[in-house]
């Protein structure tokens, strides 16, 4: 059995583009980098955007073993 766990994706709100795992822009969701706690989401999106700039997605996904 899969366990659940919140995974949040960081999105530039003037283009629309989601940060990718190398820390560039993507078209796709799926294809988003993914966090896994709320405290990197936040300082990743700090890090990388002036505030107000962004918005942070949390969603369900299940973990991969």
């Known amino acids: 059995m899969n366990a659940i766990r ?6 530039d709100r003037r283009s ?3 940060l990718s ?3 560039g822009f993507v078209v796709s969701f799926a ?3 993914r966090l ?4 990197e989401a936040l300082d990743t999106a ?3 955007f002036d505030p107000g700039e ?3 997605h949390e969603f369900l996904e299940r973990e991969k073993w």
Request: proline share 0%; aromatic share 20%; charged share 30%.
């Open 36 to 39: 896994y706690d709320i405290d």
């Open 21 to 23: 795992e190398e820390l």
């Open 46 to 48: 700090f890090d990388h």
């Open 54 to 56: 962004f918005e942070i």
């Open 6 to 11: 919140s995974a949040y994706v960081i999105q």
């Open 31 to 33: 294809k988003a980098g």
């Open 16 to 18: 629309g583009l989601f």
